[in-house]
T-cell receptor
Framework: DVKVTQSSRYLVKRTGEKVFLECVQD?????MFWYRQDPGLGLRLIYF???????EKGDIPEGYSVSREKKERFSLILESASTNQTSMYLC?????????????FGPGTRLTVL | DAKTTQPNSMESNEEEPVHLPCNHS???????IHWYRQLPSQGPEYVIH???SNVNNRMASLAIAEDRKSSTLILHRATLRDAAVYYC??????????FGQGTRLTINP
């Protein structure tokens, strides 16, 4: 089974702090994704990556950056956390290159910014 | 992105079949129909996907209308563990998934 793990289930940070959310997948997937999920807004794509050192902006990249130095690891960075970034963050990965590609999600990190 | 329409909520009883509908009247010829579900406090989980033909797997069946403008996810014998939000999503490959509000399925014991 594909396994996508995220570094923390719950995280509490203060406004202005730099925050790192880590995601690791163990299936040699090419693609990795970061979403956030908020009540009433559903899941929204922040950034995705098709390959090591490659990144593409999603629908809501403002206030975020990403890093993919190794194929299995995709990090989401909040340069200066703000209260409106309090949310559930979900990482996903997929094999890539297939028309019916399926994404596999991690358990999520619930981030609270005070 | 092509849009899907699902009922906000549905309710069923344990051990009965459940049919979750999805309308996608603007689907294009290359769109795949994916279903994911999200159990409470968990990330979304892949359920099934298809293009034109009906599909079966160990979790569910997917029935696709001949004109592909609608589809139905079928849980053959619902259990309490199937209570979740079910999302019907159109995709064109290794691209972002656009999640709508989904259908919240409640299973009564």
């Amino acid at each position: 089974d594909v396994k996508v793990t995220q570094s923390s289930r719950y995280l509490v940070k203060r406004t202005g702090e730099k925050v790192f959310l880590e995601c690791v997948q163990d299936m040699d997937h090419e693609n990795m994704f970061w979403y956030r999920q908020d009540p009433g807004l559903g899941l929204r794509l922040i950034y995705f990556s098709y390959d090591v050192k490659m990144k593409e902006k999603g629908d809501i990249p403002e206030g975020y950056s990403v890093s993919r130095e190794k194929k299995e690891r995709f990090s989401l960075i909040l340069e200066s956390a703000s209260t409106n970034q309090t949310s559930m963050y979900l990482c996903a990965s997929s094999f890539g290159g297939l028309p019916g590609d399926t994404q596999y999600f991690g358990p999520g990190t619930r981030l609270t910014v005070l | 992105d092509a849009k899907t329409t699902q009922p906000n909520s549905m309710e069923s009883n344990e051990e009965e079949p459940v049919h979750l509908p999805c309308n996608h009247s603007t689907i294009s010829g290359t769109d795949y129909i994916h279903w994911y579900r999200q159990l409470p406090s968990q990330g979304p989980e892949y359920v099934i996907h298809g293009l034109t033909s009906n599909v079966n797997n160990r979790m569910a069946s997917l029935a696709i209308a001949e004109d592909r403008k609608s589809s139905t996810l079928i849980l053959h014998r619902a259990t309490l563990r199937d209570a979740a939000v079910y999302y019907c999503i159109l995709t064109q490959g290794a691209q972002k998934l656009v999640f709508g509000q989904g259908t919240r399925l409640t299973i009564n014991p």
